[in-house]
């Protein structure tokens, strides 16, 4: 600890002497605590684990180890300060680089704009021509799940011919007919995915109309009709109060009995992607 500090004249104020003070030898270094007006002696027995340093052997010790603390502090401090400056200069160019991108926004603004009404116009028209309802079924994939001959194919229920049904002539019969057994299929595959307005069967007029009694028309999983009686023709609409989208119509006929069909039209609008249903 320096004179200074404690503002006391150089060491060699010090160095009283007996002499100086007419006191004897002892008595000259116990100076009281009231003359310097400091806390009692214990006060002034600094221990090694207060300043976290050795002991000095001497008072020039001490006071190198603190030039030398203090030298390094001030190192630090000089680089904290460059970095402060690096950081501060980092910021401007930053704040600058901001800045010419808010402008740069602000000019594109008009450009923007425009982009965002021509994509509404696309949205429009793309609605307004897949709202269309339109024939979705002709000449699409048809499977079946047996087949009562060779000629009787399902791909002949989608091939837009149900006006030549009879057996007179065997060249232009256009009909499908599966065996007798139960729980046969007819799968027509839209090759997309189609908001179902209406499902029309054309069933054989010439004989055995009965046999389609009781078969269920499917939209995939969910049913929108079944037939409760022998018609020649059988027309199923889809409500516009509950939309039904599928990618397949099944026609599924439970009972032992033939699916013995003319024709199937199925009336529709899309495809539609699944995340995007807007009609």
Known sequence: LREETLQLPPREALELREETL???????????EETLQLPPREGLELREETLQLPPPSSWSELEKTLMETLSLVKIQA??????IAEIKTSLERLEDRIGMLEYKVDSQKGLIKKVQGDLTT??????????????????????QTSYADANRDADLIVDGQFIFDKRAIES????????????????????????IHRVKVWNVRFCCQEQFVG??????????????SAKPIYQFDVPESDPTHAREIILHQELAKHLHILEVQVWGSGPYDPEDLFA
Request: net charge positive.
């Open 22 to 32: 007419q006191l004897p030898p002892r008595e000259a270094l116990e100076l009281r």
């Open 78 to 83: 000089v680089s904290s300060a460059q970095n």
């Open 122 to 143: 696309v949205k429009i028209r793309q609605q307004q021509m897949t709202s269309e309802v339109r024939l979705i079924s002709l000449y699409k994939m048809v499977d």
């Open 172 to 195: 232009i019969q256009t009909y499908t007919k599966t065996n007798n057994s139960p729980n046969n299929k007819l799968t027509i595959h839209l090759g997309g995915l189609f908001r």
């Open 215 to 228: 078969t269920r028309i499917f939209a995939d999983v969910q049913m929108i009709g079944v037939a409760i």
